[in-house]
């Protein structure tokens, strides 16, 4: 079984960044897709960013410009890089594979004055 451990999450004040990692152990396969999503209070989960193997990366518009996503296939590890950070950026966020699988607990965001 695959976990997934998410790190990084914290307060911070609208314009400020924060750098979310995850760390994969157990039985994995070098995935072709590492991915963060998140899920506000109320609100369903959705993707945020996704890198392929070959360093493509995809963004939901909301964060374009603003995000970057990287990937350590050495470590099992993936980042998330937030800059400029928005209220509306406030959720829990996830990493996980595609198609997912079993999901971690995920590390708070709060971005507030």
């Known amino acids: 079984q695959v976990q997934l451990v998410e790190s990084g999450g914290g307060l911070v004040q609208p314009g400020g960044s924060l750098r979310l990692s995850c760390a994969a152990s157990?039985?994995?396969?070098?995935?072709?897709?590492m991915r963060w999503y998140r899920q506000a209070p109320g609100k369903q989960r959705e993707l945020v960013a996704s890198?392929?193997?070959?360093?493509?990366?995809d963004y939901v518009d909301s964060v374009k410009g603003r995000f970057t996503i990287s990937r350590d296939n050495a470590r099992n590890m993936w980042y998330l890089q937030m800059n400029n950070l928005k209220p509306e950026d406030t959720a829990v966020y996830y990493c996980?594979?595609?198609?997912?699988?079993?999901w971690g607990q995920g590390t708070q965001v709060t971005v507030s004055s």
């Open positions: 157990g039985s994995i396969f070098r995935p072709y897709y």
């Open positions: 890198i392929a193997s070959g360093g493509n990366t």
């Open positions: 996980n594979f595609a198609p997912p699988l079993n």
